[in-house]
């Protein structure tokens, strides 16, 4: 078994992995560092979150949640996640 990939590496990748354009070999790494680094759980779902808003602001889509503060939890794990880098 190979070392898993880096925090790094996985933010590169992102966005081919949520086009589903990654290859199997980089998807299966990919799905087996995020099953052991909440931080990178955790930008995944912001990385999601930020399409969803980003695709209602396009619309002209009025998303009420948007102006909510960030859970301070949240914001902790995405600056470790910036710091393992």
Known sequence: MTDYIKCSELIDFIADYLSGDLPAQERSEFDRHLQICPPCQVYL?????????????????????????????????????RHLR
Do not use: N, W
Not at 50 to 75: F, Q, Y
């Open 45 to 81: 779902k912001t990385y999601q979150e930020t399409i969803r808003l980003s695709r209602a602001a396009e619309k002209g889509g009025h998303c009420e949640d948007a102006a909510d503060p960030l859970p301070e939890d949240l914001v902790r794990a995405i600056l470790a996640a």
